[in-house]
Structure formats: structure tokens, C-alpha cells
């Protein structure tokens, strides 16, 4: 059988300049083919300008009340001249969004007080957390007590995506907003106002289970002092 070989023609190349960066860099799209070595610009055109992403940031410092009056988180003025405001902090925000995701865990159709506190323990940075756990009052206790007192769910069953509150939980963060406005002191209302309000409810899942892990009233006067901390800790 014959030999057949290839020989290799010459191909005529042609060099080819990089482009020039447009006036304006910021608004032009620079990229790199696998082609070419040099960048490419792309710069908008009135035609086909190029997409802009924009994000959007929503602050929330209100959790759900049952006092309409409250729709509106208007600063007040304190008993020392200060001002207050009706407002949560970041970690009580975050909290309550937590015990929300615990309530669907467990596929509870609302949620209760004994998930608002499940969601102080996942937050675990507050003052609140950090006195329960030093108490030995743990998110695994606080589940397993809640699963024993308050039951599983069919697993069939689908909470929804915002469980709403029970009338003790709803309670609790009213309590919580009514005494730091009595208290009159500058700041936020924190996860342990939010805490202490739960021990305010004495039939609730949450008292119950706090009470069956060694929170008493004592536990409550210490925690109270530490109210304003995680204010202090927001703004440092």
C-alpha cells in the first residue's frame, strides 16, 4: 500500500491590533476572547446599551404586633430626655426569622413560642443565647423537649412559608416592646427583651420548656440586666 503524506501549506496570517479602551472605561464591558491575545471593549451604544444590575437592600425593623399603633417604628422620647426607638435589633430580626425556619422544620402550621426560642439559639451571637447555653440550655435540649411537649407533625404535612404566630408567641414580642418602652432607655429592643417575653407567658411551650431546663425567675432577673447589650454591641 502506497504511502500517502499531508504536507503543510502556507496559510497567509494577518496581525491583528488590540482595540483601543473606549473614553469611557467604566462604562464599557471589557472582555478577553480565547481568539485574540488583546482585551475587548465593548462599550454601550444608544441602540443596544449594555445591561445594568442594580440591587436592592430592604431594612426591616419591625417583627409582627397585635397593637396597630405600632405600624409605624416612630422614634420616642425617653424618661431621660434620650430617645427610643420601637424597633428591634439586627439579632432579634434575625431570630425571628430563624424561629420561622424552625417551625417549618419541625412542620408546625404556626409558630410558637417554644420556636422563638429555638430561634435565639440558631442566631447564638446575643446575649440571650449566649446566657442560655451558659446555663446549659442548648438548641438540641430545647428541640428534643419541644418534640416531646408539642408532638411531631404527619410528614405529609407542609407548613407555610411565613407559620404565623401563635396568640402566646404574638404576646411575647408585645410584652418585650412594652417594657423597654417603659424602661424609657435609649436603644433597640434585643433578643433578650424578646426572650424574657416568652417567660412572661406562663402556659406557653416556650415557658414550659424553659422551666423543665432549669430557667427560673432568678435566671430571668439576672438576664434582665444585660437588656441593652447586644444595642451597645450593634453600634460599637
Known amino acids: 500500500m502506497a504511502a500517502r503524506s499531508l504536507s ?9 491590533a488590540p482595540l483601543s479602551p473606549p ?17 475587548i471593549f465593548l462599550a454601550p451604544s444608544p441602540v443596544f446599551p449594555l445591561p ?3 440591587s436592592h437592600a430592604a431594612v426591616v425593623f419591625m417583627l409582627p404586633t397585635a397593637k396597630p399603633e405600632r405600624a ?8 431621660g430626655g434620650g430617645i427610643t426607638w420601637d424597633r428591634w435589633s439586627s439579632r432579634a430580626i434575625k431570630s425571628f426569622g430563624m424561629a420561622e425556619l424552625e417551625a417549618r422544620k419541625l412542620k408546625y402550621p404556626n409558630t410558637g413560642t417554644e420556636a422563638l426560642l429555638m430561634g435565639i439559639l440558631v442566631e447564638g451571637t446575643s446575649e440571650a443565647a449566649k446566657f442560655l447555653r451558659a446555663n446549659g440550655i442548648s ?3 430545647v428541640r428534643e423537649e419541644t418534640v416531646k411537649l408539642l408532638g411531631k407533625s404527619d410528614m405529609f404535612v407542609f407548613s407555610p412559608e411565613h407559620p404565623p404566630l401563635t396568640d402566646p408567641a404574638q404576646r ?6 412594652d417594657e423597654k418602652l417603659k424602661s424609657g432607655e435609649d436603644g433597640e429592643i434585643t433578643t433578650t427583651h424578646m426572650l424574657l417575653g416568652i417567660w412572661s407567658e406562663k402556659e406557653s411551650a416556650g ?7 432549669g430557667f427560673d425567675d ?5 438576664l434582665a440586666k444585660s437588656a441593652n447589650k447586644d444595642f451597645a454591641m450593634n453600634h460599637r
Open 139 to 141: 438548641l438540641f435540649k
Open 218 to 222: 432568678q435566671k430571668a432577673t439576672e
Open 52 to 54: 445594568i444590575r442594580r
Open 8 to 16: 503543510l501549506l502556507p496559510v497567509a496570517t494577518k496581525s491583528i
Open 72 to 79: 409605624s417604628a416612630e422614634k420616642k422620647p425617653s424618661n
Open 172 to 177: 411575647a414580642l408585645d410584652w418585650a416592646v
Open 23 to 39: 473614553s469611557n472605561p467604566r462604562a464599557a464591558l471589557r472582555l478577553r476572547s480565547s481568539l485574540f491575545a488583546a482585551p
Open 207 to 213: 415557658y414550659k420548656i424553659l422551666a423543665s431546663l
